[in-house]
Nanobody, 120 residues
Framework: QLQASGGGLVQAGGSLRLSCAASGRTFSSYATGWFRQAPGKEREFVAAISGSGNYTPYADSVKGRFTISRDNAKNTLYLQMNSLKPEDTAVYYC???????????????WGQGTQVTVSS
């Protein structure tokens, strides 16, 4: 199971850190990632991280502003979001998959979403 938290309301230019707590399996065996869905839009990939943490692809729209990380000892995934923009407003979902290649496209496991709202 994946449990996301940390969303909220922030002004443009501000920061938030999302967390995703995992349970039930060997966390380090799973690649994990973040997706988001804005109102009226399709869910889109944000960032992913391999089980070891060595590989971290990002969507172009967040590159340089967001940082994905994980703490395998705590079974937790993070997304540090800096320089937030109103267009970052969305429900953010964490996800996991045994395949690094699949986690950024169609992950098998999903957490519930957490709302991030960025005001202008």
């Amino acid at each position: 199971q994946l449990q996301a938290s940390g969303g909220g309301l922030v002004q443009a230019g501000g920061s938030l850190r999302l967390s995703c707590a995992a349970s039930g399996r060997t966390f380090s065996s799973y690649a994990t990632g973040w997706f988001r869905q804005a109102p009226g839009k399709e869910r889109e990939f944000v960032a992913a991280i391999s089980g070891s943490g060595n590989y971290t692809p990002y969507a172009d729209s967040v590159k340089g502003r967001f940082t994905i990380s994980r703490d395998n000892a705590k079974n937790t995934l993070y997304l540090q979001m800096n320089s937030l923009k109103p267009e970052d407003t969305a429900v953010y979902y964490c996800a996991a998959d045994t395949s690094y290649w699949r986690v950024s496209v169609k992950p098998e496991y999903w957490g519930q979403g957490t709302q991030v709202t960025v005001s202008s």
